[in-house]
């Protein structure tokens, strides 16, 4: 059986790698934030790898799910607003450990969140799709009705 902080390890490096290719390939056009799919940059830049979306689960169960992420997000750090927090969580990723997190926070390797090439107006558009209420036929049946 392989060792959870092996598979840990193994999402960190491919949401890195996919997050250096994804930079790589990015024109560097100065694109607004709202021309930029938040769901799609979820996916292109790895955080689906390991995280559960409001659309999609992680591939592998590494972090937390941030599918309602509306729900908690302005409540995790006292005097940081929901967008702050997630915002800061993308940014520097050891500020704060989510108590959902059940994973390592030792060393590198140990299943950290790794810091992702993204730009501000990355940022702006993932935390806007993580934040924003769900669209389309899933929204009215979340299964909790």
Same mark, same amino acid.
């Given at each position: 059986?392989?060792? /959870?902080?092996?598979?840990?390890?193994a999402?960190?490096?491919?949401?890195?790698s996919?997050s250096f290719?994804?930079?790589?390939?990015?024109? $560097?056009?100065?694109?607004?934030?709202?021309?930029l799919?938040?769901?799609?940059?979820f /996916?292109w830049k790895?955080?689906?790898?390991?995280?559960?979306g409001?659309e999609?689960?992680?591939?592998v169960?590494?972090?937390?799910?941030?599918?309602d992420?509306?729900?908690w997000?302005? $409540?995790?750090?006292?005097?940081?607003?929901?967008?702050?927090y997630?915002?800061?969580?993308m940014r520097?990723p050891?500020?704060?450990?989510s108590?959902?997190?059940?994973?390592?926070?030792?060393?590198?390797?140990a299943?950290?969140?790794?810091?992702?090439?993204?730009?501000? $107006?990355?940022?702006d558009?993932?935390?806007?799709?993580?934040?924003?209420?769900?669209?389309?036929?899933?929204?009215?049946s979340?299964?909790t009705?």
């Amino acid at each position: 059986m392989i060792p /959870r902080s092996a598979w840990y390890a193994a999402a960190a490096a491919v949401a890195a790698s996919t997050s250096f290719a994804a930079a790589a390939a990015r024109p $560097d056009s100065g694109t607004p934030t709202s021309a930029l799919d938040g769901a799609q940059l979820f /996916r292109w830049k790895g955080c689906a790898g390991c995280h559960d979306g409001p659309e999609s689960n992680g591939m592998v169960p590494a972090g937390p799910s941030l599918a309602d992420a509306p729900s908690w997000a302005g $409540d995790r750090v006292a005097g940081m607003s929901a967008e702050e927090y997630v915002s800061q969580s993308m940014r520097t990723p050891t500020a704060f450990i989510s108590p959902a997190y059940s994973g390592s926070v030792g060393g590198p390797g140990a299943g950290q969140m790794p810091l992702l090439q993204l730009s501000d $107006d990355e940022i702006d558009a993932i935390v806007t799709f993580l934040l924003s209420p769900p669209e389309g036929p899933l929204a009215s049946s979340n299964g909790t009705e």
